[in-house]
């Protein structure tokens, strides 16, 4: 732990912590602010609510999906460094057209609410100019993450020692969703209105802190950049599967993802819908779920001891199936409040079988974070330098496709009015997946060791 503090002094890793924090926070508060207030202000009916919230995660991955290879090509083949300070300076404009969407959307709530309309389907000026602009901005969001994705861990082992890279992912991992976990809690408890103003200053610092990242120039030689976005995803995909920890590392990471994107489309209409409970304690969920991934983070770090090591990601992903399931029969137990009411978080955490359900959502985060990390460490550990972004890079496109069609599966699984508390099996039952790709990582992994 002493290292692991000590990395958190120095400027070769702290103002990289903190733009990352910030984008994460970001990220979230926006996305969040702007899913909670369409389900909770604007629509009526729980299938449209579950498919708007798969829709911003589609329209928000879908970057990544696209421009992964392109974000990998450059970050490996220009500095690091001065992409980040790019990038985070686009962030202001864009978040300057997602707080205009916000202010827009919840002056036409409030003039609505001021003559008594009720709405039970989006407003002509939300559904004309608000929401196009608020999913633009989303998008514009994704295509921004995709370009940082890949440089937040493709610079950590250019900037720290060899033994220092796990310590310094799990505190990446680990300040991402405690960075989560305040976007979170913002965003389901100040007037939407205050969200649009934080988002624009906090994209504003981010860009400030980005200038103290350490330059970190292109390593060994200077390759041209293909800018063709088909044939270059097809190229890196390809060019990283042949170490075969790799390819189980992201196969394993896609179908997590997979499964924390789609609990993630679930829990504001699950919490309104299914628990009856209001937007405040649909954030505690998110809140719950950030905190446990980052318990999960720095505990996995703390019992592997710094060594990069599938040992303990099959248990943990099967420890998080568990939890699904015992989320999913609380959940089915539980009595609603009478119908047109809600729920706040005094008078839900007072319901007797709240805390029971907490517990199984605090389950599931930590046995995430504990199978997550240390995949991640395998992709900057075991490709050589020159070639850690796109490493990072192809993950990224195999984990937005397959979240993709995880988000694709849910919006279907609405459209056919399957109860959305039903959908939750289809997480637990993809945690057997996670688990047969993480064995095999395993076991690649030891059969390496005796090579």
């Given at each position: 732990m002493t290292t692991s503090t000590h990395i958190l002094r120095r400027r070769r890793f702290l103002p990289l912590f903190v733009t990352q924090l910030f984008n994460?926070?970001?990220d979230n508060l926006f996305k969040t602010a702007m899913v909670l207030f369409v389900v909770y202000s604007i629509y009526n009916s729980e299938a449209k609510e579950a498919m708007f919230s798969a829709v911003a995660s589609g329209v928000f991955i879908l970057p990544f999906f696209l421009l992964s290879a392109l974000a990998g090509q450059l970050a490996d083949m220009r500095d690091k460094a001065r992409i980040i300070r790019i990038i985070k300076g686009c962030e202001i404009g864009i978040m300057t057209v997602g707080g205009l969407g916000l202010v827009i959307a919840w002056q036409d709530v409030?003039?609505?609410?001021?003559?008594?309309?009720?709405?039970?389907?989006?407003?002509?000026?939300?559904?004309?100019?608000?929401?196009?602009?608020?999913?633009?901005?989303?998008?514009?969001?994704?295509?921004?993450?995709?370009?940082?994705?890949p440089i937040k861990y493709a610079i950590l082992p250019q900037h720290?020692?060899?033994?220092?890279?796990l310590a310094g992912t799990g505190w990446v991992e680990a300040g991402t969703y405690m960075a989560i976990?305040?976007?979170?809690?913002?965003?389901?408890?100040?007037?939407?209105?205050?969200?649009?103003?934080?988002?624009?200053?906090?994209?504003?610092?981010g860009y400030l802190v980005?200038?103290?990242?350490?330059?970190a120039p292109a390593q060994g030689e200077v390759e041209p950049i293909d800018l063709n976005i088909l044939r270059s995803s097809v190229t890196v995909v390809?060019?990283?599967?042949?170490?075969?920890r790799v390819y189980y590392a992201i196969l394993a990471i896609s179908f997590f993802w997979t499964i924390g994107a789609v609990l993630i489309i679930q829990f504001p209409p699950l919490a309104k819908n299914v628990l009856t409970a209001s937007k405040e304690v649909a954030s505690l969920f998110l809140v719950i779920f950030s905190v446990g991934v980052a318990i999960g983070s720095v505990a996995v770090n703390a019992l592997l001891k710094g060594r990069v090591s599938a040992r303990y990601s099959p248990a943990a992903v099967i420890v998080m199936g568990l939890f699904v399931v015992a989320f999913y029969f609380v959940c089915r137990a539980w009595t609603p409040?009478?119908?047109?009411?809600?729920?706040?978080?005094?008078?839900?955490?007072?319901?007797?079988?709240a805390i029971p359900l907490l517990l199984c959502l605090l389950g599931i985060a930590i046995a995430g974070g504990m199978f997550v990390v240390p995949l991640y460490a395998f992709l900057t550990t075991f490709v050589p330098k020159t070639q850690t972004a796109r490493t990072i890079a192809a993950n990224n496109i195999v984990n937005s496709g397959a979240m993709v069609a995880g988000a694709l599966l849910a919006t279907?699984?609405?459209?056919?009015?399957?109860?959305?508390?039903?959908?939750?099996?289809?997480?637990?039952?993809?945690?057997?997946?996670?688990?047969?790709?993480?064995?095999?990582?395993?076991?690649?992994e030891r059969a390496a060791e005796l090579d």
């Open positions: 994460a926070f970001n409030e003039c609505a609410a001021a003559v008594g309309q009720c709405f039970v389907a989006p407003h002509s000026l939300i559904a004309d100019a608000a929401i196009p602009l608020l999913l633009a901005a989303l998008l514009a969001m994704g295509v921004h993450s995709t370009f940082f994705g720290l020692e060899s033994d220092e890279v976990l305040v976007g979170t809690i913002l965003a389901g408890w100040i007037p939407v209105e205050i969200a649009a103003l934080v988002v624009f200053c906090t994209a504003v610092l980005s200038r103290q990242v350490p330059p390809r060019n990283t599967m042949h170490d075969r409040v009478p119908a047109g009411e809600l729920m706040d978080v005094p008078h839900f955490i007072g319901v007797p079988m279907g699984l609405s459209a056919a009015r399957v109860a959305i508390v039903d959908q939750l099996l289809l997480s637990a039952a993809m945690c057997l997946i996670s688990c047969w790709l993480a064995r095999r990582l395993l076991m690649t």
